[in-house]
């Protein structure tokens, strides 16, 4: 079949704690700038949120190749990365081909109060997203919650003003006491001679609890004493984000979207995740169920089943009338393998 869908190219980038005005014109603008004019692009749409986002929306010619559309995507990107922040840069950048319109919609979603929103947003990015997205045909899946959990640090500026700190000072102490670094090696060659065993040092990396991130120094004083992150905020492991919340039938649940490859066959497509997520589902936790509240296939497969209804009942009618016409078995015989051939024939 010819190709009747142009092929779309989104760039999907954040800029923690701006403004949509902000982001407009700090991120979008030098994108746009770049992307504009790519060799067989029609159009281009772009949005800026307030909770930082940004993506942008390439819609290329059918002609177009949609592998060759995203390269030449990815590589205009590159050359707009000296003009953003360095906070964009750093967080990253995607570009993804995908189809214009949303294949499918998948919800996990339990009755149980112990599975909230944040628990059902985590565990389908950690055990469902990745699965989805190697499936072949599937473009981009993307959790429209997006309430994973993260570590909240929660800062009380009159602490610390009181304390001569900054939210800088705080930031750098995080960079430098949450991370992973590489400790050295003890007894390694060349040494002096009588050592016979080498021993690589292990350090603490990334903290992983609400308790070690108090526990991280600010500063420390002359006297020895230490300023301590708990002394100036509170720390918590909780909802990355609450500009956005996911539910369904008043309930919580996390919802992901799911879009196809340009040129993948949709049914194809849609039969490989249902039978995946059955693969999946047997290792859900008890009370943990999914479903599909929007599959665009649904009205595919109508559409497929009442053409061949209507066939059927066309030749049905075709037999019927010429043998009310005739009067003879003999005669309807003709019909009844003249019009499967010419059909054949047709569509051939």
């Given at each position: 079949y010819p190709q009747i869908?142009?092929?779309?190219?989104?760039?999907?980038?954040?800029?923690?704690?701006?403004?949509?005005?902000?982001?407009?014109?700090?991120v979008a603008t030098p994108i746009e700038q770049e992307l504009n004019g790519t060799p067989g692009m029609l159009y281009m749409e772009s949005s800026s949120s307030n909770s930082g986002g940004f993506s942008a929306t390439v819609t290329f010619d059918i002609s177009a190749d949609p592998d060759m559309a995203s390269v030449e995507i990815q590589n205009r990107v590159k050359l707009a990365e000296s003009r953003l922040p360095a906070e964009v840069v750093q967080n990253g950048i995607e570009v993804e081909k995908q189809a214009a319109s949303q294949l499918m919609t998948l919800t996990l979603m339990s009755d149980d109060p112990k599975f909230d929103e944040i628990y059902l947003s985590n565990f389908a990015t950690l055990y469902v997203l990745d699965l989805l997205r190697r499936i072949p045909g599937v473009g981009r899946v993307s959790n429209i919650g997006s309430r994973y959990y993260a570590?909240?640090?929660?800062?009380?500026?009159?602490?610390?003003?009181?304390?001569?700190?900054?939210v800088q000072d705080l930031q750098s102490a995080l960079k430098d006491q949450n991370r992973e670094s590489a400790a050295g090696v003890l007894g390694q060659q060349p040494m002096s001679s009588g050592i016979d065993i080498t021993v690589p040092i292990t350090a603490q990396g990334r903290l992983s609890s609400a308790s070690q991130f108090e526990e991280i120094v600010l500063r420390a004083n002359p006297d020895g004493s230490l300023i301590r992150m708990k002394d100036v905020a509170r720390v918590s492991l909780e909802a990355s984000s609450y500009s956005t919340e996911s539910g369904i039938n008043g309930g919580n649940a996390a919802v992901l979207g799911i879009y196809m490859l340009p040129g993948a066959n949709a049914m194809e497509v849609a039969e490989n995740v249902k039978k995946a997520m059955e693969e999946i589902s047997q290792t859900f936790p008890e009370g943990l169920e999914y479903n599909f509240p929007f599959d665009m296939t649904d009205y595919i497969s109508q559409s497929?089943?009442?053409?061949?209804?209507?066939?059927?009942?066309?030749?049905?009618?075709?037999?019927?009338?010429?043998?009310?016409?005739?009067?003879?078995?003999r005669a309807t015989l003709i019909p009844v393998v003249a019009v499967p051939i010419s059909l054949i024939g047709t569509f051939g």
């Open positions: 869908t142009p092929p779309v190219v989104k760039i999907s980038a954040s800029y923690p704690g701006a403004s949509a005005v902000t982001v407009s014109q700090a570590m909240q640090i929660w800062v009380d500026p009159a602490k610390l003003a009181n304390y001569g700190l900054t497929i089943h009442e053409v061949y209804k209507t066939l059927f009942e066309a030749l049905f009618l075709v037999i019927i009338v010429v043998f009310l016409s005739l009067q003879s078995w």
